[in-house]
């Protein structure tokens, strides 16, 4: 059994250093794709909470929302907004969620959120239809991979070049005008492979636009096309060179505003009609180019030099009367009244809507050196790496004025930016880490390093031409983490971890000179089980902030009532539980199984220092933050044959601010809906290169108010039906 441990030992030592980044196979011309974590397999090892969806596990529900997706995730949140997953608001254990900007978002290892150190708001996300794989990591090893280390990393796989000449085809339809097409082909001959990839997806949306013949809908497109050269297996030097070339774009008929309680409980999926010319219309290009040098058999150098380009323009209603339409919302609801009809249709004054018109430029080079060397009778994992980036984001936001007369927009007068609607915001940053991994006996210790220097500037100016400017903020963040964490093997089966690590989140950059990044200690324990039919994690965690911030914006203003710059909240701590399970619970004779699939987050956070401004006090909670959160997925399935499954998601109500829950507080429009989700999913292998499937989502039509953010009451996504086909070549 010693023997049979240690075995075990070297061979994760293996799969850890061959999933931190590209390397050699055995098979000539196979580049694997860029992963933090590897097969589900390899998280028995990892000294915190590590979780693997595979290609496998995603084909088998179709689901192009990622907000589903990470359903089966432990500790991870999310807030709905738009019921399709465009703009996603992720969070990791409490970490916040507004616009997933507390969490290090990547792509193939590579950051993805338009300016992830200067505005990290991820306005841009990719399809999640095309997704290959998707890895969740937290805890010492988070560290790694910055520059959020507060609460984890979620890295999205792209489709890989394939090993030999292949492709795909998978066509969709479904209710409301859904049409999906996603397709790719690749090849590898001699030294040389490529793939070229596509991924459409449109509809005409769920929500009906009063007194209006547009649609809700959205029209996303995703296009990739890969380049890999390796140097032939005689070569001296062993090297690969793998280019990434990405272009996206959107049209989505979206919108800030929401509904007063008393129309969503009329009908969830109206949209005033003040709202009917609001658009966001975005593209993104990305280019990176990925190298690997392997100089023996221990050690490789893995280094990628990077650059995205995002432009969008969000016109949207902004404010009415001269109010936010947060506010006016709340007032309506509160009062109902004139507000009320006015978001009816009344008669109105001084409609504002915005152009929020941005350029985003994300562009880095990062090297991670990985060397495997023993001393005396510990094997030893180390690596090495550092990044440069640079991001910047440019604001060019005019207005124009409507009033509205007998329900419909009447054109008044445009007014061309000034102050925080012209303004550039950059940031320069150097990241440097150190991980090592010792195997000792039963034993795997993980020691990490993470340093980060980040330097932030913006400006704005007093005038549109962009002569004189009016402000300036300057701000800087250093700071160097640490984090320890063990693994015990106890046998081949059973694991038991322990963690401790450094959590760190820069201040974006409007912030003024002097504050602080948001700064915690994580701490973690407890135990895994893993077998071939079944696997469990159960893992305890408790997260002590020194200085929780946010990066205020419109869709999250902060509790000061700020739309931009960083407010510090203080100290707060979050504690939960995380259960995931997965297992094969019967297994016939004919090869007929039945799966089960269960994740549990339990989390309780809380402030526990009033701020400086008293906006935020010692007892609040942490907004979007539910206390209990699960997920269950079972049915049938024969392999290669047919499934079916369905999943069944329970989402506690949240509070949504701060205040919620002080004595005396008002709660009535202060809180989401408790809901649960049911989605089914059939297919049927016409043979071993065809399948067709139809899945229905929210089965049981249930409706409630799942966010009251940006401004309003929001529902998820009604019952929609869909059919598809797929076809591999």
Same mark, same amino acid.
């Given at each position: 059994m010693l023997l049979q441990r240690r075995l075990l030992c070297c061979a994760i030592a293996s799969a850890v250093a061959a999933g931190a980044a590209p390397a050699f196979a055995d098979q000539a011309n196979e580049l694997k794709p860029v992963q933090i974590l590897g097969d589900r397999q390899n998280t028995f090892s990892v000294s915190g909470s590590a979780h693997v969806l595979s290609n496998e596990d995603l084909e088998e529900k179709e689901n192009t929302d990622v907000?589903?997706?990470?359903?089966?995730?432990?500790?991870?949140?999310?807030?709905?907004?738009?019921?399709?997953?465009?703009?996603?608001?992720i969070g990791i254990r409490g970490s916040g969620r507004d616009r997933s900007s507390k969490v290090s978002l990547m792509e193939d290892g590579v950051l993805i959120a338009p300016a992830p150190y200067a505005a990290p708001a991820a306005y841009y996300f990719p399809s999640a239809g095309r997704f290959y794989g998707i890895e969740v990591l937290k805890g010492p090893d988070t560290l790694r991979y910055g520059p959020f280390t507060v609460g984890g990393a979620i890295n999205f796989l792209s489709t890989p070049i394939p090993a030999r000449a292949s492709g795909m085809v998978n066509v969709e339809g479904g209710e409301d005008g859904a049409q999906r097409a996603h397709a790719y082909y690749g090849a590898t001959e001699g030294q040389f492979g490529f793939m070229l990839e596509a991924h459409q997806q449109r509809t005409m949306g769920f929500k009906d636009i009063d007194r209006s013949n547009r649609d809700s809908g959205f029209d996303k497109r995703d296009y990739v096309a890969k380049l890999r050269w390796q140097a032939p297996e005689t070569a001296d030097i062993?090297?690969?060179?793998?280019?990434?070339?990405?272009?996206?774009?959107?049209?989505?008929?979206? %919108?800030?505003?929401?509904?007063?309680?008393?129309?969503?409980?009329?009908?969830?999926? /109206? /949209?005033?009609?003040?709202?009917?010319?609001?658009?966001?219309?975005?593209?993104?290009?990305?280019?990176?180019?990925?190298?690997?040098?392997?100089?023996?058999?221990?050690?490789?150098?893995?280094?990628?030099v990077y650059r995205n380009e995002f432009n969008?323009?969000?016109?949207?209603?902004a404010s009415v009367e001269g109010q936010g339409i947060g506010g006016f919302v709340a007032d309506a609801n509160a009062n109902g009244g004139a507000k009320q009809a006015i978001l009816r249709g009344a008669d109105a004054d001084d409609l504002v809507f915005k152009n929020n018109n941005r350029e985003y430029v994300s562009e880095g080079v990062q090297?991670?050196?990985?060397?495997?060397?023993?001393?005396?009778? =510990?094997?030893?994992?180390?690596? =090495?790496?550092?990044?440069?980036?640079?991001?910047?984001?440019?604001?060019?936001?005019?207005?124009?004025?409507?009033?509205?007369?007998?329900?419909?927009?009447?054109?008044?007068?445009?007014?061309?930016?000034?102050g925080g609607d012209n303004r550039l915001e950059n940031a320069d940053a150097m990241s440097a880490w150190i991980i090592d991994h010792a195997y000792i006996g039963d034993f795997i210790v993980t020691g990490s390093l993470r340093y980060e220097n980040v330097e932030s500037k913006s400006k704005r100016w007093g005038d549109p031409a962009r002569n004189t400017v009016s402000a300036r903020t300057e701000n800087r963040n250093e700071e160097l983490m640490a984090g320890l964490?063990?693994?015990?093997?106890?046998?081949?089966?059973?694991? =038991?971890?322990?963690?401790?690590?450094?959590?760190?989140?820069?201040?974006?950059?409007?912030?003024?000179?002097? %504050?602080?990044?948001?700064?915690?200690?994580?701490?973690?324990?407890?135990?895994r089980y893993w077998n071939e039919n079944f696997s469990a994690d159960v893992i305890a965690f408790y997260s002590d902030y020194e200085?929780?911030?946010?990066? @205020?914006?419109?869709?999250?203003? @902060?509790?000061?009532?700020?739309?931009?710059?960083?407010?510090?909240?203080?100290?707060?701590?979050?504690?939960?539980?995380?259960?995931?399970?997965?297992?094969?619970v019967w297994e016939g004779d004919s090869g007929l199984q039945a799966p089960v699939r269960l994740t549990y987050t339990y989390t309780d956070g809380e402030i526990t220092k009033d701020a400086d401004d008293l906006s935020v006090l010692d007892g609040d909670v942490l907004p979007y933050l539910p206390e209990h959160l699960a997920s269950l997925t079972f049915g049938l399935e024969k392999p290669a044959a047919w499934s079916a499954l369905m999943s069944v998601s329970h989402t506690e109500g949240m509070c949504i601010d701060n205040s919620c829950d002080r004595p005396g507080e008002v709660t009535t429009f202060k809180r989401t809906s408790d809901y649960v989700i049911a989605d089914v999913v059939a297919t049927y292998h016409v043979n071993s290169d065809m399948e067709v499937y139809a899945k229905v989502d929210n089965v049981f039509d249930d409706q409630e108010i799942v966010s009251r953010d940006p401004a309003g009451a929001r529902p998820n996504k009604p019952r929609t039906g869909y059919l598809g086909m797929k076809v591999r070549f």
């Open positions: 907000h589903r997706m990470l359903r089966d995730v432990p500790g991870v949140y999310f807030q709905e907004e738009e019921g399709y997953g465009l703009r996603p608001n062993q090297q690969a060179f793998e280019l990434k070339l990405e272009h996206s774009s959107e049209v989505s008929d979206e %919108t800030y505003l929401g509904l007063t309680d008393r129309d969503f409980e009329r009908d969830a999926n /109206r /949209r005033y009609g003040m709202s009917d010319i609001d658009q966001m219309d975005n593209d993104r290009d990305a280019v990176s180019l990925r190298h690997t040098l392997v100089f023996d058999e221990n050690t490789q150098l893995n280094s990628v969008r323009n969000w016109y949207k209603l090297t991670e050196l990985n060397h495997r060397f023993q001393t005396g009778s =510990v094997d030893n994992d180390l690596i =090495v790496g550092a990044r440069y980036h640079q991001d910047e984001v440019d604001r060019y936001q005019p207005t124009d004025t409507f009033d509205q007369r007998n329900g419909s927009l009447v054109y008044q007068t445009s007014t061309l930016p000034t964490g063990a693994t015990w093997l106890l046998n081949d089966n059973w694991s =038991v971890l322990a963690g401790v690590h450094q959590g760190f989140a820069p201040a974006g950059a409007s912030s003024k000179k002097g %504050t602080d990044a948001e700064k915690s200690v994580n701490y973690e324990t407890g135990f200085n929780t911030i946010q990066n @205020c914006s419109i869709a999250n203003p @902060c509790p000061n009532g700020n739309d931009s710059g960083t407010q510090s909240f203080g100290e707060s701590e979050v504690r939960g539980l995380e259960v995931g399970l997965n297992s094969v």
